[in-house]
């Protein structure tokens, strides 16, 4: 596990990139988040860049600019790729010095590189895309009080399925469809059977419902054949972004048995633009979720005294939503919920373990998301189907509009963010998405 805290996580740093340093900023300099962005006119060119307050260090014009001279080839070439695949399938150790390079060029005190050099470009100037190409995207169900309510309503006198407290329960998600902050959400059609209909028909989504979600992405991957052991599980993670994986509810209740979900997920899966790297979290990490007396200890290969201890990570998140009439009145987004990552079942190094368990090969740059985050507490969940009992319950805006499910104009808006005594707060920015009309989205 990579947990050691050192020089880039001292709360004493400054940028001297202004912007980074006031209290509350997401991406200050002991963040270092890593992205993929395009300039404004440079069609089909994409570079990779680190977050720096409002800027980005772009490390394709650093190199250009001769300041990661000493890397290796190998190194230099992967911070000039247009994804970032390569660098994530560098390893640890060569993230790591890159991470090491960043602070130590953005820190105040340093020599401030030449800026006509056009290694600094605003965020708000280019587009953010996204950070890798997915080759593959799985998706678990890892918390057990989203498997627990959800359950209920579909299954309400069995909602906690048998296996749930031995497997790390997932799906192979689309990765087709994966797309960057900022795509508008086109309301899908499908298949649905209402109770109340005796038929089937097709139409688009009653139900479009947001799912609150982080994704970690497989730095090192492993060979076919050879399982990856719980302790060594983090090398292979590079880091972790906020995911929202949108669901249609009238068609995953009809489609869902008994292979599980399909078209209900395939149709758009939004991530927010910057990683996390695991070293940049270190200081956040916390004990693996406690399991209560009563509940079987895990299997042996998904267990180790130091997941126990230290697999768990204290990742404050937030849901918020936005109708159009609330933007058109210039409202600010309304929260709908706010839990932590902490109250997973299962932590970020026994999902990893559990895919490759089989022998299973992850390959640098596939996607692994968490399942719906929902926490214990009312103000918890992570979906609507959860918070309205689907629908039962419909929540009020502060419009006096209400909501079983997301209407047309609706954007949803995903945060998160560490934060800790001793340790300056860091965060993930955000993760957005507006649903829009079937058949609207290319006029808008
Ligand atoms: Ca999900």
Redesign the pocket.
């Known amino acids: 596990m990579n947990l050691s805290i050192n020089a880039t996580h001292d709360p004493n740093l400054r940028s001297w990139v202004g912007s980074a340093n006031p209290v509350g900023t997401d991406f200050p300099i002991q963040n270092l988040p890593l992205g993929v962005f395009r300039r404004p006119g440079e069609v089909g060119v994409s570079r990779i860049g680190v977050a720096i307050g409002d800027q980005i260090l772009d490390l394709f014009q650093c190199i250009q600019a001769g300041l990661f001279q000493d890397f290796s080839e190998k190194l230099q070439e992967a911070c000039a790729a247009s994804v970032l695949n390569p660098l994530m399938a560098s390893g640890q150790d060569a993230v790591s010095s890159l991470r090491r390079r960043c602070s130590e060029l953005l820190r105040q005190g340093s020599q401030q590189p030449d800026l006509e050099s056009g290694i600094l470009v605003a965020i708000a100037e280019v587009e953010l895309l996204l950070p890798a190409a997915i080759g593959d995207y799985t998706?678990?169900?890892a918390s057990i009080f989203h498997a627990t309510n959800v359950g209920k309503l579909f299954r309400p006198d069995n909602p906690l399925l048998p296996n749930y407290k031995y497997v790390p329960i997932a799906y192979h998600?689309r990765a087709s469809s994966i797309i960057p902050s900022d795509t508008p959400i086109v309301r899908p059609g499908g298949q649905r059977k209402p109770p109340t209909e005796t038929m089937p028909s097709f139409g688009p989504t009653q139900l479009l419902d947001y799912?609150l979600?982080v994704g970690f992405f497989v730095g090192t991957g492993n060979p076919l054949g050879q399982p990856v052991a719980i302790d060594q599980a983090e090398e292979h993670i590079f880091g972790l972004c906020l995911?929202n994986?949108w669901?249609a509810r009238d068609i995953q209740a009809w489609e869902y048995q008994p292979l599980g979900?399909f078209l209900a997920?395939s149709f758009a899966t939004t991530l927010s633009p910057w990683v996390v790297t695991l070293e940049a979290l270190a200081p956040f990490r916390c004990p693996a979720f406690s399991r209560p007396a009563e509940d079987p200890s895990p299997l042996p290969y998904l267990a180790s005294s130091s997941n126990t201890e230290w697999g768990g990570i204290d990742l404050t998140l937030e849901v918020w939503i936005r109708s159009a009439q609330m933007r058109s009145t210039g409202m600010a987004p309304f929260q709908l919920s706010c839990t932590s990552f902490r109250n997973m079942y299962w932590t970020i190094a026994q999902m990893l373990t559990h895919h490759t368990s089989n022998g299973c090969n992850l390959r640098p740059g596939d996607l692994l998301?968490?399942?719906?985050v929902s926490g214990p507490e009312l103000g918890s969940q992570g979906?609507l189907l959860e918070i309205t009992q689907r629908g039962a319950h419909p929540i009020e805006l502060p419009t006096g509009e209400t909501r079983s499910f997301l209407a047309d104009g609706d954007e949803v808006i995903l945060r998160g963010y560490c934060e800790k005594p001793g340790y300056v707060r860091i965060g993930f920015g955000e993760c957005r998405g507006i649903v829009v009309e079937r058949g609207k989205d290319k006029t808008e």
């Open positions: 998706d678990f169900y998600g799912e979600e995911v994986d669901s979900p997920k998301a968490s399942g719906t979906c």
